[in-house]
């Protein structure tokens, strides 16, 4: 019964996983760091894995075959130790704020990243890295203080770029939206980890317990 209940959450890393893998499909023009993406990758792949494997040792529980419980229960426990990795690698990723911050200001100085700002900014409803004062200050010579995609409202003549506040532009950082879904990475990780953890605990007290 435990081996059944714990390969219902194999899952959650590949949704996970799939979703963070997207986003960086978005992002990585802005950020050139593959410690995220490695992450993202390790926790699908592993959340694969498990799905498959896991009806390994729900076989092996009902007919009670040891070989494929002590095959399952090796398995689990190399998933179990990369999908921590995996897990702790997002958080480091996090860990690494100010020189993801840096890189991300520099490129919104560079014309070539404007069209993929664009993007994040209207796909992930946020405004310059911390707020929307990051473009007022680099755009000081400009009519407009921030781009269109940091508007809310779609007006054709986009008073908020000449006038942005709190109200009328996306009043969050998209650094912090990017943040969000590292420590998301990184938790799920280590959480279907323990499971995994819980999981070879069972087996193993099944495996003893068939003679």
């Known amino acids: 019964t435990e081996i059944y209940t714990l390969s219902l959450h194999d899952a959650l890393p590949i949704f996970i996983g799939s979703i963070s893998i997207y986003d960086q499909t978005v992002f990585e023009d802005l950020i050139e760091d593959g410690l995220y993406q490695s992450a993202s990758f390790v926790v699908l792949g592993v959340g694969i894995c ?3 494997f896991a009806f390994l040792g729900c076989y092996g529980a009902l ?3 040891k070989c494929f419980l002590i095959m ?3 398995v689990l426990l190399i998933f179990f130790v990369v999908l921590l990795i995996g897990g702790l690698l997002a958080f480091v990723f996090t860990a690494k704020g100010e020189y993801v911050e840096q890189h991300l200001k520099d490129t919104l100085d560079d014309l070539t990243k404007r069209e993929t700002w664009d993007v ?3 796909m992930f409803e946020c405004c310059g890295v911390q707020n929307w004062k990051d473009w007022d ?10 781009p269109a995609s940091c508007c809310r409202s779609r007006e054709p003549e986009y008073s908020c770029q000449r006038y942005p506040t709190a109200l009328n532009t996306w009043d969050e950082g998209c650094l912090t939206k990017f943040r969000r879904g590292a420590h998301l ?5 280590v959480v279907v980890a323990l ?11 099944l495996f003893k317990s068939i003679k």
């Open 50 to 52: 498990l799905t498959i």
């Open 63 to 65: 007919k009670e075959v």
């Open 72 to 74: 399952y229960i090796i």
């Open 120 to 122: 994040v900014q209207q």
């Open 137 to 146: 200050l680099l755009l000081t010579r400009a009519m407009d203080r921030v």
């Open 185 to 189: 990475v990184g938790a799920v990780g």
């Open 195 to 205: 499971m995994s953890l819980l999981g070879l605990i069972f087996s193993f007290c």
